[in-house]
């Protein structure tokens, strides 16, 4: 492998090469990403039906101490349905309560997740037709052993009316699989409403599970496509994410029930929080939003003036003036100065429906209009064909088996370089069963294209593996980059691969020929400065996608020795014994990098490569 490190030989890498797609899929937020710690918080997630669906809430009590139903008597306009508590028992008469007393009890997104020594804030609303003494308990998933608990005492007359209640609860232990209960042993009738439960030590303050949030940082994503994906389409338009019914005060927001992935959503992690979380990685934040088209259904272009105009509010909101209709609205949450939104997508994989090129120009002329600045991205793919609308980015998106990927290192090589769309690849992944649930195979095809993507950073200028989350609870889909429950986490080999390409956002890539025999490599170079020492850096990646060690020359040419050196090296390999091989939560570096002093670094060295391999040698340039 010849790499010239001279600086003519050197072409930038945009800076927005590597980032992040964030689905809501496979309770990636709700019950992941997003802290909130209770589920169905509103108890909506049957919709506007009475009864609605309480679930995965459940009663303490009998049909002889407790009657649980709903009714629309909620304060909250966008969310009417609260929970009423008819409690039949007493603390003495005929009928006395069980000690513990009854009430409901919410496990959460499977058990809660409370740390010893950390507090938990709880809200919620309450009223009643009499005075109240009930118990807000954190509990071990039987309800008996009493993790953090408080007694919120009312007279009638303070509780007649909605009333929010605020409470902080320090947990005495540590239970991964815990509940939030209200109980009572006093009779009467008690509402609750909007109840929610958060530790307080979330990412940045802003509401992110922290364990996920800094794996997410370490990949150092330069851009944050979100929130979908299928997601945003819906498999009807009724059940898509609509930005303006996840935003406001989280207590009225209406929630929905997300039809494609099959899992209701409180949207607590709404569109102000995905822009939030952006801003808080320091990436760029890329908002797809809906075009008019759902799986089954479609708007017709004479029709679409209303999406129109919610996309237009939608970029208000995110970037406008605090004087502004919508920029007032995000300043009321709490950010007056506006997010940095400079792309957005029109749609997610609609560029075969019917009505996408007539709803696609709408939107494009209407942003373009009143945002020149803001750069579109068409769902049409035009690597191998002529887009027939204008756009700045098409949208390119593959899922195959390991051979197809690797194969597609090359698949960019031939795409049009006349000035028109870039590519961005934001979706990308080995499925199937090269896969798993994330195996080295997988890994080590998808780090081979994304070489072949490197050389190519001409054409290709954005590249986003999906999906980035599961909760192992909720697989919907194989496999996918972080694995989590509620309180672990592990990055699959796919993760790893991401964490290691990431130095190639803005960095230079520099010419590099492999000459061998063998179609199982393939190679790239980089230099770059990091960040954190301010050192520049030589970066060599090769990938070894064959089944038998390659020994490989590597010589640096270009050099001009008298201005410039090279310090130590080191060298990374992501490699396993079979190449089936998993993490897990059990073993979660089972398959991750392992870093060591290159002993041979100079101009000429000789490294072996073992089989299905990654490797990459950085080399201090001095
Ligand atoms: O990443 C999972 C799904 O794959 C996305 O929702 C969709 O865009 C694609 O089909």
């Known amino acids: ?64 101490t407790i009657y649980v139903s709903t009714d629309r008597t909620s304060c909250f306009e966008r969310n009417k349905l609260a929970v009423r508590l008819e409690v039949l028992c007493d603390s003495e008469g005929d009928n006395i309560c069980p000690a513990d007393g009854v009430g409901i009890y919410n496990p959460g997104f499977w058990g809660m997740n409370i740390e010893q020594g950390k507090k938990y804030k709880v809200i919620f609303y309450v009223r009643s037709t009499g005075a109240i003494n009930l118990k807000v308990s ?55 409403d909007q109840v929610s439960a958060m530790p307080t030590d979330t990412y940045k303050g802003h509401g992110f599970r922290s364990d996920l949030a800094q794996m997410v940082a370490d990949i150092k994503p330069s851009f944050m ?73 479609e708007v017709d272009p ?10 237009l509010d939608g970029i208000e909101f995110a970037r406008g003036d ?49 945002y020149p600045d803001i750069q579109i991205i068409s769902n049409c793919d035009a690597s191998s064909r002529p887009l027939s609308h204008p756009a700045d980015f098409y949208d390119y998106h593959v899922y195959t088996n390991a051979n197809d990927m690797f194969s597609r290192a090359q698949v960019f090589k031939g795409a049009s370089r006349d000035g028109g769309p870039k590519a961005f690849v934001s979706e990308y992944a080995v499925t199937g069963k090269d896969a798993g649930t994330g195996s080295l195979l997988a890994a080590i095809a998808e780090a081979g294209f994304l070489v072949g993507l490197e050389k190519n950073s001409d054409i290709v200028h954005m590249i986003s593996y999906a999906p980035l989350f599961v909760n192992t609870n909720d697989r919907r889909w194989n496999p996918d980059a972080i694995v989590f429950n509620s309180f672990q986490s592990y990055g699959t080999p796919s993760y790893w691969v991401q964490r290691f390409f990431s130095e190639s956002s803005g960095a230079t890539l ?7 025999t063998t179609s199982s490599l393939v190679a790239s170079a980089i230099s770059w400065q990091d960040s954190a020492d301010q050192k520049n850096y030589i970066r060599i990646k090769v990938v070894n996608f064959g089944s038998t060690s390659v020994n490989l020359k590597i010589s640096i040419g270009g050099l001009d020795l008298n201005s410039v050196g090279l310090g130590g090296a080191t060298k990374t390999v992501l490699t396993s014994a079979n190449v089936m091989d998993e993490n897990s939560f059990s073993q979660p570096k089972k398959v991750a990098p392992m870093q060591s002093a290159l002993q041979t670094a100079g101009k000429d060295m000789n490294v072996t490569l073992p089989p299905h391999s990654f490797s990459s040698f950085d080399i201090l340039k001095i």
Not at 361 to 366: E, Q, V
Not at 510 to 516: F, I, M, V
């Open 1 to 64: 492998l010849a790499v010239d490190v001279s600086d003519a030989s050197g072409t930038p890498i945009p800076k927005t090469f590597y980032g992040i797609f964030f689905e809501e899929i496979n309770h990636a937020g709700a019950g992941g990403l997003w802290a909130e710690l209770v589920s169905n918080r509103g108890f909506e997630a049957g919709g506007p039906n009475i009864p609605s669906n309480i679930d995965p809430w459940a009663i303490i009590g009998n049909e002889l």
């Open 138 to 192: 954190l509990t071990d998933s039987s309800g008996v052993v009493k993790i953090a608990s408080t007694d919120i005492k009312a007279s009638a007359s303070d509780v007649s009316n909605w009333t929010k209640v605020e409470t902080l609860l320090e947990a005495n232990q540590t239970n991964h699989n815990a509940r939030l209960q209200f109980t009572t042993t006093s009779k009467g009738v008690i509402w609750l």
């Open 225 to 297: 496509r979100f929130p979908g994906g299928c997601f945003v389409e819906g498999e009807w338009l009724r059940n898509a994410f609509r930005w303006k019914e996840t935003v406001g005060p989280w207590e009225e927001r209406p929630g929905h029930f997300g039809d494609v992935w099959m899992y209701w959503t409180d949207d607590g992690l709404g569109y102000f929080e995905f822009l939030q979380l952006a801003e808080d990685l320091g990436t760029l934040p890329i908002w797809v939003f809906n075009n008019g088209i759902s799986h089954n259904d």
């Open 302 to 311: 004479s029709a679409i003036l209303p999406f129109v105009q919610e996309a």
């Open 322 to 370: 605090p004087t502004s209709k919508w920029g007032r609205f995000r300043a009321a949450m709490g950010h007056p100065e506006p997010f940095n939104l400079k792309y957005v997508a029109i749609g997610n994989e609609d560029c075969g429906k019917k009505n996408y090129q007539g709803n696609y120009l709408r939107f494009y002329n209407a942003i373009k209009s009143a």
């Open 510 to 516: 520099l010419n590099s020929s492999l000459q061998t």
